[in-house]
């Protein structure tokens, strides 16, 4: 069967026609944050990672210039992103490689799969793409009869598990070597209660040898596509994406269209921000530039849209496109970090997928926007200079308008704004609450009905509010200073007399 005649409804697998339930991410959080330990390793392990990036990035002077010049490639690239797109086609092209178009998620998978079966292709190895995840291909070709193997460590560990990944560039980020261990010994036969890190990389490596070995076509996402040359640019520190695509005859790139930058000049300034960004490393192990198939072999590149046209139409979330996916912004986020990825429900997790997920689906990322405490360290460490924590500011005020804020918050936000507009009545609010507060039964303020408190407690209720305290020191200081203004001026001395001085 074509692909472009299969169009069974058990297919449909886009995050666009994805139909499951509203994600609460506060909901999805407490069972991760409720595991105490695990949550402080977490954020621990994710600080340690963003301290390496501090590091890296203050060994380059030229560190801001760098940002600056990578935001501004990036914004002339999205404003001509047509022209530029174009330009990557006829190239890529010249050198002999296959170029197709995707709307969304399902044509991405039907061009995959349709490109697959063409070649009588049964076994796959995958690098780490995003995309790919973003378009639920794995469970599509495994619905078709095909093996697909993530070939990343990360990713191949989260894969038997049959777990997403909880970060874009540490897919197993959110699990110990214990957890790998058990996983290991349930999957590939290493010995029970095995946890030693170089026992279980090498078990897996053999492992995965022999997948690469077995492939009959190799899948690698795409971290840099350049408009002059025609070519595209995978960054490992594994060395999976190069071994994936060397050993099989075909070839397959898959990537979102915002990867495109106009020259190969361009490439060195994103090259020295990403990998220092996502892990504190100066370069990634492995940078490798893709110009045109081998020999006797095939390479194919799907360039995707899925939603990122209608991003780069509105003013004030263009400038997400501009994410080269390093995921500093996860590493520093305070809420990701004791949260967990998973509990984002989203392939992109952290604050930069909680501007794109509800770009795709509002209704269904509609609480992603308020985890987040706007503390805008996210935009401080962001290499191309995305203004995250704005933007996830302006999504508030766009599900406000969408009405897909809950009914209690919308409520409760309108009579805050009717209090602060008089204050006269925050004065008096404040003072019934400072008196009252503190006589309530404890169960009358922290139940299951105030979500708030579920793992918060109120500070002691102050005896004077601010504006009483300075209306005191105010009254105070000036008393202090009416004795002195009071007192008669000390007694100059007379002046002395001739005898005197004498």
Same mark, same amino acid.
């Not at 501004?72 to 002999?96: C, M």
């Not at 590149?301 to 509105?314: F, P, T, Y």
């Given at each position: ?109 039907? /061009? ?20 790919? =995840? ?20 990360? =990713? ?6 049959? =777990? ?26 290493? &010995? ?35 408009? =002059? ?53 100066? /370069? ?146 404040? &003072? ?71």
């Amino acid at each position: 069967m074509s692909p472009q005649h299969d169009t069974s409804p058990q297919h449909d697998t886009s995050p666009q026609h994805d139909t499951s339930p509203r994600q609460d991410h506060a909901r999805a959080a407490s069972a991760f944050v409720a595991n105490r330990g695990r949550a402080t390793w977490h954020d621990q392990s994710l600080w340690f990672i963003r301290e390496k990036r501090d590091r890296a990035a203050a060994s380059l002077p030229e560190w801001e210039t760098l940002r600056e010049r990578a935001s501004q490639i990036k914004a002339h690239t999205v404003a001509k992103l047509a022209h530029y797109l174009e330009e990557f086609e006829a190239n890529a092209q010249r050198l002999g490689v296959k170029v197709h178009w995707a709307a969304n998620a399902e044509e991405h998978n039907r /061009i995959v799969l349709g490109i697959l079966q063409q070649h009588g292709v049964r076994k796959v190895v995958k690098s780490k793409s995003m995309l790919t =995840e973003e378009c639920h291909l794995n469970p599509y070709l495994e619905r078709h009869g095909l093996e697909v193997v993530d070939t990343d460590l990360g =990713e191949r560990i989260v894969q038997l598990r049959q =777990e997403p990944p909880s970060h874009i560039v540490l897919p197993a980020i959110h699990l110990k070597k214990q957890d790998v261990g058990d996983t290991f010994h349930q999957h590939l036969g290493t &010995k029970a209660g095995a946890d030693d890190p170089q026992y279980l990389t090498e078990s897996a490596r053999g492992h995965l040898r022999e997948k690469f070995m077995a492939a009959d076509a190799g899948i690698t996402g795409v971290n840099f596509a350049i408009a =002059e040359t025609g070519g595209v640019v995978v960054c490992t520190n594994e060395g999976n994406a190069d071994l994936g695509v060397a050993l099989p005859k075909l070839h397959i790139a898959c990537m979102g269209i915002e990867k495109i930058i106009p020259r190969a000049a361009d490439l060195g300034v994103f090259v020295r921000l990403l990998a220092r960004s996502a892990t504190g490393q100066p /370069i990634t192990t492995y940078t490798s530039h893709f110009h045109g198939p081998r020999p006797g072999c095939e390479m194919h590149v799907v360039l995707v849209d899925n939603g990122r046209s209608q991003i780069r139409s509105s003013d004030e979330f263009r400038r997400s496109l501009a994410c080269i996916r390093c995921g500093a912004c996860m590493n520093t986020c305070p809420v990701y970090r004791r949260s967990g990825g998973h509990s984002y429900g989203s392939t992109v997790p952290g604050p930069i997928g909680s501007i794109l997920s509800p770009a795709m689906d509002a209704e269904k990322h509609s609480t992603l926007p308020f985890a987040c405490s706007l503390c805008g360290s996210c935009t401080d460490v962001c290499p191309v200079k995305i203004d995250l924590h704005h933007q996830l500011f302006t999504w508030r005020r766009e599900l406000a308008l969408k009405k897909l804020v809950p009914a209690t918050k919308r409520l409760s936000m309108k009579l805050l704004s009717f209090v602060l507009q008089r204050s006269w009545l925050f004065a008096l609010g404040g &003072k019934l609450m400072r008196r009252l507060v503190p006589k309530l039964p404890r169960a009358l303020l922290y139940n299951r009905f105030n979500a708030w408190g579920r793992q918060r407690e109120l500070p002691p209720m102050p005896p004077q509010s601010f504006r009483e305290l300075y209306v005191i020191r105010k009254r105070d200081a000036a008393s202090a200073r009416e004795p002195a203004r009071a007192a008669p001026p000390a007694e100059l001395p007379s002046k002395p007399s001739q005898g005197d001085a004498a």
